[in-house]
């Protein structure tokens, strides 16, 4: 089974800074690699998809890089609706999310 | 636009049973696959199952395997999981996903608002 590690597991961050999320396999899954964002009581969405792909109606914002076994989430400038949970997904080999990072006000 | 709607929650003792349903509109469901994802309380996301469009083909996680079966109807526009022997670590927001592929990678594209499964006695 492929394991996902997203680091850090928190984050503290204020409205305008730029936040990056990394999200490590346990072996390589090419770009099989998607983003989703969690709001409390409500579905993950879709953020990012095949590792750097946006969504359709995903703010310009949210970006995504890597390959491999290493990858990013960032958001260039963080806006208020921002601050949620956000888990990577490895399609490569069945399917695992990594454990979560919650985003939170500072 | 794309509406999923699960149903068939509420609270089980262990060993019991428990089906569940997902009610799609507004596409296509016979050509799409489609997913179970839980999540258990304060817990992340973990895929149970997934469902070829046709329903020939079907996988789940090692944690279900041989307890859960996902089955559809496509004259109904209907995803079903079937949970028998139920365990209290079933416990878990059910939630039904719609399955996508595009530039190399397959997806969860739309999420239903989920179903929560308690198993309790």
């Known amino acids: 089974d492929i394991q996902m590690t997203q680091s850090p597991s928190s984050l503290s961050a204020s409205v305008g800074d730029r936040v990056t999320i990394t999200c490590r396999a346990s072996?390589?899954?090419?770009?099989?690699l998607n983003w989703y964002q969690q709001k409390p009581g409500k579905a993950p969405k879709l953020l990012i998809y095949?590792?750097?792909s946006l969504q359709s109606g995903v703010p310009s914002r949210f970006s995504g890089s890597g390959s491999g076994t290493d990858f990013t989430l960032t958001i260039s400038s963080l806006q208020p609706e921002d601050f949620a949970t956000y888990y990577c997904?490895?399609?490569?080999?069945?399917?695992?999310f990594g454990q979560g990072t919650k985003l939170e006000i500072k | 636009q794309v509406q999923l709607v699960e149903s068939g929650g509420g609270v089980v003792q262990p060993g019991g049973s428990l089906r569940l349903s997902c009610a799609a509109s507004?596409?296509?469901?016979?050509?799409?696959?489609m997913h179970w994802v839980r999540q258990a309380p304060g817990k992340g996301l973990e895929w149970v199952a997934f469902?070829?469009?046709?329903?020939?083909?079907?996988y789940y996680a090692d944690s279900v395997k041989g307890r859960f079966t996902i089955s559809r109807d496509n004259s109904k526009n209907t995803l079903y999981l079937q949970m028998n022997s139920l365990r209290p670590e079933d416990t878990a927001v059910y939630y039904c996903?719609?399955?996508?592929?595009?530039?190399?990678?397959?997806?969860?594209?739309?999420w239903g608002q989920g179903t929560l499964v308690t198993v309790s006695s």
């Open positions: 996903a719609k399955a996508e592929f595009s530039s190399g990678s397959y997806y969860f594209d739309y």
């Open positions: 095949a590792a750097s």
């Open positions: 469902i070829w469009s046709d329903g020939t083909n079907k």
């Open positions: 072996q390589s899954i090419s770009s099989y």
């Open positions: 997904q490895q399609s490569y080999s069945t399917y695992s």
């Open positions: 507004g596409f296509t469901f016979s050509s799409y696959g």
